[in-house]
C-alpha cells in the first residue's frame, strides 16, 4: 500500500457523505481501533463528530471542538454539505448510549491555505446555533506545533473499521497509542513517498513499538480523528487525513498539522 492509493481515495471520499456510515441502532461490535481499547468514560472529552442531519445519524467524520460554539474537521468531509444538514454530536462514548450534546450547524465556513487549491489540505469549521456547555465529558484542547512532540507518544480517537473487509463502523468509541515520528525517519522508513512525506503541512505517526498481536493503527472512517499529545492527552497537533486503506499497522497515518491554522483558529 502506498500514498498514492491514499491519495486517490481523497477525490472519491465524502461524495454524497460516501465516507460516513450509519450509526447502529443496536450493536454487539466489540470491534476498535487496530489493536486500540474502548475509550472510558471520561476519557477523550475532546473526541467530537459531525453527523448528517437524518434519522439514521450517518456518520460523516470525526473532529474537535474548538470554542464552545465551533467545530472543526477536515474540509473534504462535508465538501458537499450544507449547515442544514449537519450536526455535531459531542460527549459520548458510545453510540447506544446518550449523547451529552448534539448541536445543530448554523453555518460552514471552509478554509484552505493560501495559493494552495487542494481541498484535502484544508480545514472546516461548523459553526454551531448554540453555545455548547462545557464540562468533565466536553472540553476544548489547546493546539499546538506537531515538532514540540516528535518521539512522544499521543493518542487518536475514533469510531472507524478495524479492518478493510469489515465495513461495520464500531459501536464504542476506541483509543489508541501512536508516536509522532520525525520527517528523517518517516521518508527513511518509506522512501518511496519522500515526495509527500516532505509537505510540511503533513504529521507522521506510526507505532513503532511493536507490540504482541501486531500495531496499532487507524482505519477507514477513522478521517478527522484528533491526534492529541502532552502529558494529559489534551494538545491538539493534528486531525487524521491519510490512512491505510488496508488497515496494516506496517503502515504510516498522516494527519493534518493545525501549525498553519493557529492563527485563523
Known sequence: ?????????????????????????????????????????????????????????????????????????????????????????????????????????????????????????????????????????????????WSSYINTSCVTIGLGQTNADDPQMLSTLQTASLYVISKEECISRWPEEAYYLRNPRYICAYDRLGRPGGQNAVCANDEGAPLLCGQQKNVLIGLLLLQPQNCDGDQLSIYLSMHDYKKWL
Open 1 to 145: 500500500m502506498n500514498l498514492f492509493c491514499w491519495v486517490s481515495l481523497l477525490s472519491s471520499l465524502c461524495i454524497h457523505l460516501s465516507c460516513g456510515l450509519v450509526l447502529p441502532v443496536e450493536s454487539k461490535l466489540q470491534k476498535r481501533l487496530i489493536n486500540g481499547r474502548e475509550a472510558q468514560l471520561y476519557e477523550h472529552p475532546y473526541q467530537a463528530a459531525v453527523v448528517s442531519n437524518t434519522k439514521d445519524f450517518f456518520l460523516i467524520c470525526n473532529g474537535v471542538l474548538i470554542s464552545p460554539n465551533q467545530f472543526m474537521t477536515l474540509s473534504f468531509c462535508v465538501v458537499h454539505d450544507t449547515a442544514s444538514q449537519l450536526k455535531v454530536i459531542l460527549g459520548w462514548d458510545s453510540v447506544n448510549g446518550p449523547a451529552n450534546a448534539f448541536q445543530q450547524t448554523l453555518r460552514v465556513t471552509r478554509n484552505k491555505l493560501p495559493n494552495k487549491n487542494e481541498i484535502k489540505d484544508g480545514i472546516a469549521v461548523l459553526t454551531l446555533a448554540t453555545n455548547v456547555r462545557l464540562n468533565k465529558n466536553i472540553q476544548i484542547p489547546r493546539v499546538d506545533t
